[in-house]
């Protein structure tokens, strides 16, 4: 599976919108871009994922480039329980069960 | 539905000794996975399970057993424990009937002395 790059850490102002890059400069034409964040040292949550079309659902926006080698999720309206480590994982859906995560962007959500 | 579900939630063993942590899932999914989280990093991938009976190594599996005997059940074996796997387990479980979207367990805070 191809690896991913995102920045350690990123803050975004209460009610802004938070912008989280991720490359993927090595993505295959089967694999898909998925995101899952983790809050304290609960266990990671699902957010959203897509393979070239950009997505949307009740959490957050998935933005990726023409040429799939970046994606960034967007938090339309930050609060501050998004404050979490947010990881993006590239994976074929067949492995989607054994995702690589990295050390992901801690989001610290400002007042 | 309770989800995933993992027991104990914390445990401290003494170098050598032996545990399965728990965990099971009432969702139907096909696939199951285990996976540690050492501090301040990203979660590693020791065993992953595509059904019952069907189990495979990931990343980390060193140290560890798994078997598959139901869909509901992915018992995690530490044979012999050393300090080097002082860490937090998650276990998590997915289905292609939900886009394979993992949903994740509150963890096993393990401590081994």
């Known amino acids: 599976d191809a690896k991913t790059t995102q920045p350690p850490s990123m803050d975004c102002a209460e009610g802004r919108a938070a912008n989280l890059p991720c490359n993927h400069s090595?993505?295959?034409?089967?694999?898909?871009v998925y995101w899952y964040r983790q809050i304290h040292s609960q266990g990671p949550q699902y957010i959203i994922h897509?393979?070239?079309n950009n997505e949307t659902n009740e959490m957050a926006s998935l933005i990726i480039t023409e040429d799939r080698k970046s994606s960034t999720l967007i938090l339309p309206h930050a609060t501050l329980r998004d404050t979490a480590v947010y990881y993006c994982?590239?994976?074929?859906?067949?492995?989607?069960?054994?995702?690589?995560f990295g050390t992901g962007t801690r989001l610290t959500v400002i007042p | 539905n309770a989800g995933v579900t993992q027991t104990p939630k914390f445990q401290v063993l003494k170098t050598g000794q032996s545990m399965t942590l728990q965990c099971a899932q009432d969702?139907?999914?096909?696939?199951m996975s285990w996976y540690r989280q050492d501090p301040g990093m990203g979660l590693r991938l020791i065993h992953y399970?595509?059904?019952?009976?069907?189990?495979d190594q990931g990343e980390v599996p060193n140290g560890y057993n798994v078997s598959r005997s139901t869909t509901e059940d992915f018992p995690l074996r530490l044979l012999s424990a050393a300090p080097s796997q002082t860490s937090v387990y998650f276990c998590?479980?997915?289905?292609?009937?939900?886009?394979?979207?993992?949903?994740f367990g509150p963890g096993t805070r393990l401590t081994v002395t």
């Open positions: 994982i590239v994976s074929s859906q067949t492995g989607a069960n054994n995702l690589f």
């Open positions: 897509g393979l070239k």
């Open positions: 969702m139907n999914h096909e696939y």
């Open positions: 399970s595509v059904g019952a009976g069907i189990t």
């Open positions: 090595t993505i295959s034409g089967n694999e898909y």
């Open positions: 998590a479980s997915s289905s292609f009937r939900v886009g394979y979207e993992q949903y």
